[in-house]
């Protein structure tokens, strides 16, 4: 069976857009809820960017020193050695270096001849080298990129060290059949020098289509997002991703490392760092994701769950009833709803939780998730609950 490599980059390409930044203790928070879903690697942040970034990629990496962390660098000395600093406690370092590749990059952006990209590519590999055996190398709008070119490229980072090639989707264009032509073009051209990754932006809404495409023509690594979080329309999101795998395993023979139980509470705790949740319909991780309200659904649902779902709700964390709790709820529901979301309530904290959501359900018929979880929320902002991992 083939393992793909789950490269998350919620904290990072997910970060970077609007309405998404996060405090260095929230991303310390998301890095939790990211290392216990058992993502492969984690990248943290682009350091050169700013010094929050910087302080994010170094926190990850003392904190969580037994998982992979990455750090962004553009092909240049600087950018290189701000990421390489960055990750001076890792003990397992990433340095993911990058530039464009497609002409129009190099003619609007970068203003520099293909010769010149490609000369910046294999200097950044060889010098992130110095600090790591561990280097990747992403060529920026690879699929708009002649794809000559391309393989010339990736050939000649794989010469200089790099151990992963990321042929990113940057602009959302590429369609599932193309996509897949080009990943297997430079599968072949690497053998196994390299692992090919994937990055896909959601455009088109061809992101998650694109990778699965990518992985059936060689791809071993993808690049996602939790809820699908970044740059424009947002990258592949890593919840569909792997559920795909694990439902259509007759169709996609492949194994990630995810631990599916965790991808609802990681979504839950994403939603309250940044300022807007996934969409009701969205898939695994929506509100109505397993809801049913048509007659006709709801009663082949109640008859048996597999006539209208493919995926069990527990299997990926949703709390098993789609119940609101009410004021008649006791305090072991509303433990567990918490833990459902996310939080592990000390018995003190519980106490405080349980007083104010008897006050509230009082004068309403119940309370929805999101409202238990703010509820739950205030008293953690007060004291000493702590986010589950
Ligand atoms: O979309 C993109 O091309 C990127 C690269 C920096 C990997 O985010
Ligand atoms: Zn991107």
Not at 357 to 372: M, Q, S, V
């Amino acid at each position: 069976m083939s393992r793909v490599y789950i490269f998350d980059t919620t904290l990072r390409d997910g970060e970077q857009s609007p309405g998404c930044s996060m405090t260095t203790p929230e991303k310390l928070k998301m890095a939790a809820a990211l290392a216990d879903l058992g993502v492969d690697i984690l990248e943290a942040g682009f350091p050169i960017a700013s010094e929050g970034d910087f302080e994010a990629v170094d926190a990850v990496s003392r904190q969580f020193p037994w998982v992979q962390v990455a750090a962004l660098a553009r092909a240049s000395t600087l950018d290189v050695e701000r990421a390489a600093k960055a990750l001076e406690h890792a003990k397992r370092p990433r340095i993911h270096t990058f530039i464009a590749t497609s002409d129009i990059h190099l003619q609007h952006k970068l203003r520099k001849t293909r010769q010149q990209v490609l000369d910046d590519a294999v200097a950044a590999v060889t010098l992130a080298r110095n600090y790591t055996d561990d280097v990747e190398f992403s060529a920026e709008d690879a699929t708009r990129t002649d794809q000559e070119y391309l393989e010339k490229v990736c050939r000649a980072v794989v010469e200089a060290g790099a151990r992963t090639v990321n042929l990113p989707d940057t602009v959302g264009y590429s369609v599932p059949g193309e996509y897949a032509e080009l990943i297997g073009r430079i599968v072949n051209a690497l053998g196994d020098r390299a692992i090919v990754s994937v990055h896909c932006h959601d455009d088109l809404g061809l992101a998650v289509a694109n990778s699965l495409a990518a992985v059936a023509a060689g791809a071993r690594q993808i690049e996602c997002t939790i809820n699908g979080i970044g740059e424009r329309a947002g990258n592949a999101a890593l919840e569909e991703l792997v559920m795909a795998f694990k439902t259509r395993h007759d169709r996609l023979p492949f194994e990630t490392g995810i631990n599916t139980e965790r991808l609802f509470p990681a979504s839950q705790i994403l939603t309250r760092f940044i300022s807007f949740g996934p969409q009701p319909n969205k898939a695994i991780v929506g509100e109505n994701a397993f809801a049913h309200e048509a007659g006709i659904h709801q009663d082949g649902y109640l008859k048996n769950p597999s006539t209208y779902e493919i995926i069990s709700p527990a299997s990926v964390g949703v709390p098993e009833s789609r119940l609101v709790l009410g004021k008649h709820s006791g305090r072991h529901a509303l433990k567990k709803r918490a833990e459902d979301l996310g939080y592990t309530l000390s018995k003190e904290e519980l106490e405080e939780v349980y007083h104010r959501f008897t006050h509230l359900a009082d004068n309403k018929k119940g309370l929805r998730n999101d409202e238990i979880a703010s509820l739950v929320e205030e008293v953690v902002a007060r004291g000493a609950a702590t986010v589950a991992h």
